[in-house]
């Protein structure tokens, strides 16, 4: 079992790395700068123990894989990159081939069962950061981050007994679950204040406007009748397996949302994240417009590569009429 992983930024990275240190195939798919850096020096993965280069193979697109029936494809890129993904893997990937959404959103799954009908869904809670072309950074120790695997929309089988094995064995807590979304839903809500960061700085949190977006956010969700694992289920899934530390003396220093703002990446998830509860929420009749301001900031912040932290939270409070 091959582990093709089709976007390898800070999470795909890092899941790749520890998965080929463990003994497993793997294959990444990256682009630009940060694929020259993988083929010419291998992929630096920096954790607060230890800092170590791979050499992954590496490869622009699915075409170049070489994708097998026995494969397993995780997908780690954005949501907004996911489409254009799936037209390229579709391409040349077998029908029955195994698709793992390790992503940000619920959006992507339903995306893939377009085109695939093997999808799973990964519960990604996992620090890692990627700023520089060629190194990623996990900045949990021992344990990189959890990810929990079901099948989509529900249930699981012996394809993801198989994956969270993998997982496991490559060093990260990962158990197979019959209610995957439920898991995600609840990331979802806690994606909400990734905005937050991102347009206000590393310090912002905590405050008014978090409040504002995780509310609609709970209210929507329930308006919808959508599921999702309560904070103490949460809190006692964690555990105690996330130990985040500095690397090199530096701290992890923002999310993923804060990271693309950073790197001047010109595109941003937030359409995936505040934007799927202004959807539901226009769906179902209740108005979010503390994420409605929210998605429209981070994206017009990315067009214009506006570096993080370009508002303060009174700012955006006003803009919601708070």
């Not at 377009?114 to 990627?130: I, S």
């Amino acid at each position: 079992m091959r582990f093709v992983v089709y976007g390898a930024g800070a999470i795909g990275g890092v899941v790749g790395a520890h998965l080929f240190e463990s003994g497993h195939e793997v294959t990444l798919i990256a682009r630009g700068a940060h694929l020259a850096a993988i083929r010419s020096n291998g992929l630096r993965l920096d954790d607060p123990d230890d800092s170590v280069v791979c050499a992954i193979p590496a490869v622009a697109s699915p075409g170049e894989a070489d994708i097998s029936a026995d494969d397993v494809v995780v997908l780690a890129m954005k949501t907004q990159g996911t489409a254009d993904a799936l037209d390229a893997l579709a391409a040349v990937a077998p029908p029955d081939i195994t698709v793992a959404c390790a992503q940000n959103g619920v959006a992507n799954e339903r995306m893939v069962l377009r085109r695939f009908a093997r999808v799973y869904g990964v519960a990604v809670l996992c620090p890692a950061q990627f700023l520089e072309p060629g190194i990623v950074q996990a900045h949990s120790s021992p344990t990189p981050g959890l990810l929990d695997i079901g099948s989509y929309p529900a249930g699981f089988d012996d394809r993801a007994e198989q994956i969270a094995a993998a997982f496991r064995e490559s060093t990260f807590e990962s158990v197979a679950r019959p209610d995957i979304m439920r898991w995600k839903y609840c990331k979802l809500i806690m994606n909400l204040g990734n905005a937050v960061q991102a347009l206000s700085g590393l310090e912002a949190g905590g405050g008014e406007l978090l409040d504002a977006v995780t509310a609609e956010g709970e209210a929507v969700l329930d308006a919808a009748g959508i599921e999702r694992v309560t904070p103490d289920e949460d809190r006692e899934r964690r555990g105690d397996h996330l130990r985040l530390r500095p690397i090199a003396g530096e701290r992890r220093q923002g999310g993923s949302t804060w990271q693309s703002l950073a790197r001047g990446a010109g595109a941003i998830e937030t359409d995936y994240l505040n934007g799927e509860i202004v959807l539901l929420g226009r769906l179902h009749g209740v108005p979010a417009p503390a994420n409605a301001v929210l998605q429209r900031l981070a994206r017009q912040s990315s067009i214009d590569r506006r570096p993080p932290g370009s508002f303060t939270e009174d700012e955006i409070l006003a803009m919601i009429g708070h």
